[in-house]
Every structure is written in structure tokens, then in C-alpha cells.
């Protein structure tokens, strides 16, 4: 059984998240795979990660695999604890006979309870807004507290984005255990108008909403330093309209929104300095079963 997810970056809302707020994610290549096959039931997980732990607690089907995580990249920021657990998630699903339709169909609300039980930490959970993203591909719109899940287009004829790394790593969970209590009201204003700008294809609002969020992360210290030198270096050219962190200090992964046709030029400039890692032309289907051979659990 081999089964793939894309990777996941929070364009808004990677802060909110964490107490219900609304968010927008995007789902593009390179792609995690989970190949499974009969085994001797050794883990490829970290026994203390929330994969590691759910194998554990599903030995009596997990004892008979063996299983190989594939990370077709050693960049931060992508997703890749979030897409151990949803493709270790739906594999166990899967050899319970539950379709990869029938998954996608629920409101993931069980393997989110899951996910926050095995990821048991001090300071603020995690939100498992990538698991959701990584489950359902493309750009994804998701608001916890409101029970809004919405998968949609990207929209913008003209307006693109690049995502490319800024080479360094930030643990998550370490930021997470010392964030403390903070004021997310203007934040949140924004990112509703960033999200409504983007609901109604209102490029220019979408692109001012954007840039404001990312000053007001800066302003609140959720902006790492060398993502702000990055960011003031790079904004400079008149082709990015708007340019922010993504994720825990934006110190992974940077989106630049960039007119479609000069993504090929801002893409070559980048890349001279950072590593690629996608575009708009690379958003990717969801959970998705490269081989339908499905390993049923044993009695």
C-alpha cells in the first residue's frame, strides 16, 4: 500500500489557528509518500512524535507492517510531522476498509481529537489545520471554531505566488510551549479581509490584506529576524507585490505574490540565493492511494 499527501504552508493564518481562528493553506508538491507492506512491525517514526505514538497505539495492526516514510525533502516548514500522522492515519483506516473517499467524506474531527490526545505538549497545541490541508489538497480554508472547511481554487488570473525557503529550521513545538497570552484582534480583522478579498477574486484587496497581515505579524514579534532581513532584501523588486513569512516566526518558508507573468523571472532571481519550492502551477491533490492494494487487518 503506498500512500501520498502534499506538503502544506499556512499563507494566513498560522497563529489564529491555534485558538479555532480562520486560516488559508496551500497544498503543493513535493509530495509525502507512507509505503506499507507485511512486516515485523518496526516503527519509522520517532516513538515520541504523534506518528510514533499512534503506531504504538494501534500495535495490533502496525505489528504486522513494515513501513518506509518517504520526504522527498530535508526543508523545513512543509509539513512532514503533520503528513507522517495523516498517512499513517489513513493506512490504518484503509486496512479497516475505510475508502480514502469515505475519509475525505468525514470532518476529519476524529483523527484531529486523535492527533491532539498523541500530541500532548506544554503551551499551545497544535492547531492540526496541516493535517486537514494535507487531507484535502490545493487551497484550503479552514476555521475550527466555526466548523468551516472549504476547498477551492487559487482564482487569481493574474496574480501568482513562489514559496521559497529561507534555509533555516524553527522548531515548532519549542515556539508553541513558549508562546504566551496576546491580543489577536487586529490580526484577525485582517486576515478576514484577506480571506474575503481572496472568496470574491478581489486581487488587489487580496494583495493589500496580505501585506498588512505580515506587518502586523512583524509587529506582534511573530516575524523571525532573519525572515525580516530576507523579506526587506527581497521585497525590494517591483514584480512581488506582497511578500510574507508562513508558519511558526515565518523563519521556514516565504510567499511572495507575484504577477503571473513574471513568476518565470522572480523565480530564476530567487533561486540564485534560495531554494524553490513552488508556485501556483504546482498545487496538488490531497490524500491519495498510489496503490489500491490494501493490507486488512489480521485477526
Given at each position: 500500500m503506498i500512500l501520498s499527501c502534499p506538503s502544506k504552508t499556512f499563507l494566513l493564518g498560522e497563529y489564529l489557528v491555534l485558538n479555532g481562528g480562520p486560516s488559508l493553506l496551500l497544498g503543493t508538491e513535493p509530495r509525502f509518500e507512507l509505503r506499507v507492506q507485511r512486516g515485523t512491525g518496526v516503527s519509522p517514526f520517532h516513538p515520541e512524535s504523534p506518528a510514533g505514538k499512534l503506531w504504538a497505539r494501534f500495535a495490533n495492526i502496525t505489528g504486522q507492517w513494515s513501513a518506509e516514510f518517504v520526504n522527498p525533502s530535508s526543508l523545513g516548514g512543509l509539513g512532514a510531522s503533520g503528513a507522517e500522522f495523516l498517512l499513517l492515519y489513513s493506512a490504518i483506516k484503509?486496512?479497516?476498509?475505510?475508502?480514502?473517499?469515505?475519509?475525505?467524506?468525514?470532518?476529519?474531527?476524529?483523527?484531529?481529537?486523535?492527533?491532539?490526545?498523541?500530541?500532548?505538549?506544554?503551551?499551545?497545541?497544535?492547531?492540526?489545520?496541516?493535517?486537514?490541508?494535507?487531507?484535502?489538497?490545493?487551497?484550503?480554508?479552514?476555521?475550527?471554531?466555526?466548523?468551516?472547511?472549504?476547498?477551492?481554487?487559487?482564482?487569481?488570473?493574474?496574480?501568482?505566488?513562489?514559496?521559497?525557503?529561507?534555509?533555516?529550521?524553527?522548531?515548532?513545538?519549542?515556539?508553541?510551549?513558549?508562546?504566551?497570552?496576546?491580543?489577536?484582534?487586529?490580526?484577525?480583522?485582517?486576515?478576514?479581509?484577506?480571506?474575503?478579498?481572496?472568496?470574491?477574486?478581489?486581487?488587489?484587496?487580496?494583495?493589500?490584506?496580505?501585506?498588512?497581515?505580515?506587518?502586523?505579524?512583524?509587529?506582534?514579534?511573530?516575524?523571525?529576524?532573519?525572515?525580516?532581513?530576507?523579506?526587506?532584501?527581497?521585497?525590494?523588486?517591483?514584480?512581488?507585490?506582497?511578500?510574507?513569512?508562513?508558519?511558526?516566526?515565518?523563519?521556514?518558508?516565504?510567499?511572495?505574490?507575484?504577477?503571473?507573468k513574471d513568476i518565470p523571472r522572480i523565480s530564476d532571481l530567487l533561486s540564485r540565493k534560495y531554494t524553490i519550492i513552488a508556485n501556483h502551477h504546482h498545487l496538488s491533490e490531497g490524500l491519495f492511494f498510489k496503490s489500491t492494494h490494501v493490507l486488512e487487518a489480521q485477526p
Open positions: 484503509a486496512s479497516q476498509a475505510v475508502s480514502v473517499e469515505a475519509q475525505l467524506e468525514q470532518d476529519h474531527s476524529e483523527m484531529l481529537q486523535l492527533y491532539w490526545e498523541l500530541s500532548s505538549q506544554k503551551g499551545a497545541r497544535p492547531s492540526g489545520a496541516d493535517l486537514v490541508a494535507q487531507a484535502r489538497g490545493g487551497v484550503t480554508l479552514f476555521e475550527r471554531s466555526q466548523g468551516r472547511l472549504e476547498s477551492t481554487s487559487w482564482g487569481f488570473p493574474n496574480l501568482g505566488f513562489i514559496l521559497f525557503s529561507t534555509g533555516h529550521k524553527t522548531p515548532t513545538h519549542e515556539h508553541l510551549q513558549s508562546l504566551g497570552e496576546w491580543d489577536s484582534s487586529a490580526l484577525e480583522n485582517l486576515t478576514r479581509q484577506a480571506l474575503q478579498a481572496h472568496r470574491i477574486k478581489h486581487e488587489q484587496n487580496f494583495v493589500d490584506s496580505v501585506r498588512k497581515v505580515r506587518e502586523t505579524l512583524k509587529f506582534l514579534g511573530f516575524e523571525a529576524p532573519a525572515t525580516t532581513k530576507i523579506i526587506d532584501e527581497v521585497g525590494k523588486a517591483p514584480s512581488i507585490r506582497a511578500i510574507k513569512g508562513c508558519g511558526a516566526l515565518g523563519a521556514d518558508v516565504i510567499c511572495a505574490l507575484v504577477d503571473d
